[in-house]
């Protein structure tokens, strides 16, 4: 059978790659250069938080419409030459893919700075053992509580005590750098973040509270009384631990503004799309498993990948599709709580996060 134009044009072998990062970078409008690349692998998850997706799950994308594995590793050569310095594999849930460990070693083999992977940690204990070798360097690992009723609640079905076998797992393959993540749910976690801060800095893992974005049907925004600001849980924080201490912050490290206890015990971050836009210094674009780039998490705005790339287009084609794609059309911010009508399309469990 003759090969298609996508599998002629992403033929070069991964240990053959030739194109090097630097030479040409992808810029917006607002002075903000974009190097880091969130992609999500599948739509699928074996969870269904409430705040990321609805009940009955979200419509799965046709076995077609999802990027081939050889596409992906086009698309990524393509970000690559254009300066991608950090891969993020998120989802749905990354883990349920089968060709997980293969995208992380090319994305190794082709030389990306960092990679680095989100997930609900169900399957890690099972995984992180190959991840590691494979290269990844960096983990976020979901967990907005540890009491397993609360737990099973907010996953709708999840079970934590073989999320925390993953954590412990993740720990003993030593993935260099792990970090979880809480979203703030006043009714479901807000009197347990010392529990929290504890577990993890017993750990030395760095956590993170994230408030919870609008997006889909679900999450909520600063109007709905269950919001939960990073404010507020500081001060839960500190109401325990004494005052948190600010550590310097820097791009490479994300939107989250990070402490530490007193004393410089462990890691603490905030991240706070709602009560503290950071969209000024956003570096990042999304894929999602269909080919699509969304430019902003909080809006429509974005470009199908999939044509192009079933077209036969080369690498400095498609390079410059996305260049002058996120030049022209990466807003300058999200909407979440101006214009909560337009972020309400969007379902997290499709982007990413
Ligand atoms: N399944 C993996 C996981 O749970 O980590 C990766 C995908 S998930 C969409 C990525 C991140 O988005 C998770 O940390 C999750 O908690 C966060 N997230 C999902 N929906 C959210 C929302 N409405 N607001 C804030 N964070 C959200
Ligand atoms: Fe699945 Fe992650 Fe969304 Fe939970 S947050 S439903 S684990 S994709």
């Not at 997980?100 to 083999?109: D, F, K, T």
């Not at 290269?135 to 709708?156: A, C, H, M, W, Y």
């Amino acid at each position: 059978m003759a090969a298609s134009a996508a599998e002629r044009s992403c033929a070069v072998p991964a240990g053959q790659l030739t194109s090097m990062p630097g030479s040409a970078e992808l810029k917006d409008q607002f002075g903000r250069r974009i190097t880091y690349l969130r992609l999500s692998l599948t739509e699928h998850c074996n969870f269904r938080c409430q705040y990321c997706s609805p009940a009955a799950g979200t419509p799965y994308f046709e076995r077609e419409e999802h990027l081939r594995p050889e596409e992906i590793h086009f698309v990524l050569r393509c970000f690559y030459s254009l300066g991608l310095q950090h891969l993020r594999f998120t989802g749905g849930e990354p883990l349920i893919h089968p060709q997980l460990l293969r995208h992380v070693e090319y994305a190794r083999e082709l030389g990306i700075g960092k990679i680095s992977l989100s997930t609900n940690g169900y399957l890690l204990a099972r995984l992180a053992e190959p991840l590691a070798r494979a290269g990844l360097n960096s983990l976020n690992i979901s967990l907005d509580t540890l009491n397993p009723e609360k737990f099973q609640q907010v996953t709708r079905g999840g079970d934590v005590a073989r999320v925390l076998r993953g954590i412990d797992a993740a720990r003993e393959a030593n993935v260099p750098r792990i970090k979880l993540n809480v979203v703030l749910l006043r009714g479901v976690n807000g009197d347990e973040l010392a529990k929290l801060v504890e577990y993890a800095v017993t750990r030395e893992l760095e956590i993170r509270f994230i408030e919870t974005m609008p997006l889909g049907s679900a999450g909520s925004s600063s109007q709905d009384q269950d919001y939960f600001s990073a404010a507020d849980a500081r001060a839960e924080i500190e109401a325990s631990f004494g005052p948190l201490l600010p550590l310097a912050s820097s791009r490479d490290q994300g939107p989250a503004r990070r402490y530490t206890l007193p004393g410089g015990r462990g890691r603490i971050g905030f991240i706070t799309p709602i009560s503290d836009n950071f969209c000024a210094t956003c570096n990042r674009v999304r894929l999602t498993a269909t080919g699509r780039v969304v430019f902003c998490l909080g809006q429509e705005a974005g470009m199908e990948l999939r044509p192009l790339l079933r077209a036969g287009a080369s690498v400095a084609e498609l390079g410059e599709a996305i260049a002058q794609g996120i030049w022209r059309d990466k807003p300058e911010r999200h909407v979440f709580t101006q214009d909560r009508d337009r972020s309400s399309k969007i379902f997290m469990m499709r982007l990413g996060g």
